[in-house]
């Protein structure tokens, strides 16, 4: 490895690629803030400035704009209770309430914080561990994706609210909503009612637009006239983290990082899974259970550092053994291999300098995205200070544009438009929106990876049983519920505690 | 003339604030979701093609679905009939028919937007719409508002047509 | 608000007008063509139409290929259709799966046929392998049918269920007589299914050559045979035997790119020259051969509708083996 390190510097240490650093990482980053504007897209939309570039350069470009967008999507989640991607969902539970306490930048300088260290930690595991982890990788299969979708769904009761039950229902209507479209085993489609646009499935970015941003506005009929009005305290927002704070962070950073490192090397997991198990784990964890939901820093810290720290986890399977982990992975495989370059581990002594480079830039790219998000942290704080009558409608018309822009057609905006008016019932009838995300992003991969067991096991359910990793995970599944159990009974034992003492 | 319509409009809120109603939360989901499920599993045959080959059907995972949600559903609802027989409080939800309608013209703005939009081709059209509809919503007197947020729209459809590709 | 915020936002209005008004004459010089592949992004079809894509710069001054993956298969292709009538400026990768497979075994799957879509040029044709796990030791066909007469159950990873490489191969088991004991394993890409072999899920995949040579390099597959007439002689794998010389049914993997049918025949003619530009570029045949392992091809229409039709042929006359 030493000896491409020097070679790959010269290669990396240019104008032009620190430049492409730049404009990958600003774009990234607004774009992602913009709900339904996802990091794919924006891939996809400045791909073809890539062509006229050679690998290193359009590489960089390309990590810019994914780092930066894994950030970029916690902006508009803390400042208008909007994820700007699906995998910032976890960021707005706490990062909007923080916002709302009057602690905007605050928020912001933790998402960014913890985004950055995340995305080095994991940079680093890509460097240092990169073949070895994906060797690891390499072992799991099917029979484990699924255990880790079940993993992922006991999520759901941390994130029901006032009642599992309820929790439970909305996410089997997530799943359920997941089903629509082209059968992923057979191509036959389900659930499709005659609508042929339905044969795609539905898009989790677009539901994402009704579920949360739509919905938010509507929402403004419950708001009180006074409430227009500009916060005083968001005027007085200096953005300062105590060192209590900041000693809180640790614990949840390093393991939100390390988790998004272990989810990322799973291919077809990606980000948002990451967010949620390490949201999930911090307050399983925390001391101060009670401010999650509530604006916990350790929350914003922990769903940051997890989606940021997928970054550089899913380019080990890509590096080491060709394999994209998620779509936008998928995207620069192309990339990489337009410019002859054909990823796998003989590529690092082919092309270990190019290989090598790729791997230093990653660093790099979240050193800039850190300095850019220094700068731009106080001005995108002051969205928060622009009056409701203007930004409401901005955002409409973003998630409007947004919302079109995934497919270009205008059948996505009627979808947007039909989960706004379901979020809004269910919020009528106390449902959770969480969970029916949680099954939107979990479905499809829960149950190909079911039925895939299945079959290749002839229906028996041992396969579920049939390695050491599968038995990890539900070991990791039994800890989780019982964590969550545990402190349902201790909540219940509170609250009846303090009503006798009311009493 | 604005102001007229406010002042009756405000009369018109006043006497809404006051009409709510109640629904015993769990009761009601559990009934929705319950025939929701229902309604799901009655149609499934139409609306899922299986093969008689497969292991495990396009069938298999909705219909698990829907047995959890149906359980969940008598659970949820058994426990509040159960509250109410015994006499003891159960979760209820207070619906306050000003918000309600509030809401109602909130979904109509967007509804409008995006008819606007579809019916002329023109994004542009439907965001400017958006713009001044909500600036009126939110009873908006100041000029300058108006203007920056039209600019705004028109600005936000530019730089999707023709910064980013978009045919808006 | 304070009038220093009113300012700061007319700045910010200011330049998204500019930026509006400079992308505005960028987009306006050329015009730009959506190649829509219904296939993964790391796909071969994928990846060659951004190749083209990138290329299509070089070449024309007037049209920009502008490559985009939509994995589906045939749902990407339904709602393409959809989306898409005459004179769009957008074009779709067609494998011969959909029109000559599909088609005849599952009709209910599409929503459009032929007859639908204009052809505009081909680019590459694939011969698929069949690769084994290593453990296995199959090298050649005599040790997969020694495998096959032994063995209770084959399970077999593929790209979908009803893909070209599905068909392939059940044809392949059907004409050994070893139908009744295949199993097909459906994964979301060719890549996938070759890993689905690399880590013993499944005891063969059929991808393309660049799929598995990784796997290959690293010990844990073994390639068995090629689905085409002759051997294949690979620098990378060696020999491979051609299923064709055993008289078992093969076809190369072909992917027109097809428009809206009703386009303006001139406009499909300047597509079709812009392509066979890029694909008579030395950097494009090289890269496709030692990069991507396949070569270049393009095809006149009735050279297209020649291959549909003898795929079509060889997916009528085993039928009854893949249907069972």
Known sequence: MLQYIAPASGLLFTLQNILWINIGVFIGAVFAAIPGLTVVLCVILFLPLTYSLSAIPGMMFLLGIYCAGGYGGSVSAILINTPGTPHAAATMLDGHPLSKAGRTKAALKIALYASTFGGIFSALALLFLGPQVAKLAAQLGTPEYFMVCVFGLTIIAGVSGKSIIRGVIAACLGLLISCIGSDPMTSYDRFTFGIRRLYLGLDVAVCLIGLFALVEIVSRAEQKPDALHMDARKMRDNGTITKEEYKRLVRPTLMGSLIGVMVGIIPGTGASEASWFSYSQAKNMSKHKEEFGNGSVEGIAAAESANNAVTGATLIPLLTLGIPGDGTVAIMLSALMINGLNPGLSLFTTQGDIMYAIMLGLILVNIFMLLQGKILTPIFAKVVSIPQEILTPIIVIFCFAGAYSVNKNYFDVCVALVFCVLAWILRKLDMPPVPILLGLVLGKMTETNFRRALLISNGSPKIFVSSVYCWIFIGLIVLAVGTILRNQIKEKKARAASVSKEE | ?168 | MKKRSIRRLCLVLALVMVLGISGATSAFAAETWTVTCPYAASGVAAVVSNKAAEKSVEYSDSITLVAEAIPGGEATMNTWILDHTANDPNLVFVGEGVLSITALLDPAKLQFDYEDLAYVENLYSSIFVMSADAKLEINNIDDLKAYVAEADEISVATNGATSSEAFLVAALFGSMEAGDKLKLVPYQSAAEAAQAVSKGETDFAVSHQSQILEAYNQGAVTVVCAFDGEDLESEYFGTVEGVGKYGYPYFRNRCPIMAAAGTDEEKIAELKELYDEILADEEVVEWLHETMLLEVDPLTKEELEEHLANVKSIAEEYMDVVVG
Do not use: H
């Open chain 2, 1 to 168: 003339m604005m102001d007229k319509i406010y002042v009756r409009l405000d009369a018109l809120g006043e006497k809404l604030k006051t009409k709510e109603c109640r629904i015993p939360v769990n009761l009601a989901v559990g009934v929705v979701f319950f025939l929701f499920s229902a309604v799901i599993l009655l149609t499934m045959p139409q609306q899922v093609a299986i093969s008689e080959k497969d292991v495990v059907n396009g069938r298999a995972f909705p219909k698990l679905l829907m047995g959890v949600m149906m359980f969940c559903c008598v659970l949820l609802a058994a426990k509040d009939i159960y509250k109410l027989v015994k006499k003891q409080p159960i979760e209820w939800k207070t619906l306050n028919l000003l918000v309600e309608i509030k809401a109602l013209v909130i979904l109509g703005i967007l509804l409008i937007t995006y008819v606007l939009w579809r019916a002329s081709g023109y994004f542009v059209l439907g965001a400017v719409f958006c713009a001044l509809a909500f600036l009126i919503y939110f009873r908006c007197k100041k000029p300058s508002y108006y203007a920056i947020t039209v600019g705004m729209a028109v600005g936000i459809w530019a730089v999707f047509r023709f910064l980013l590709n978009v045919r808006l």
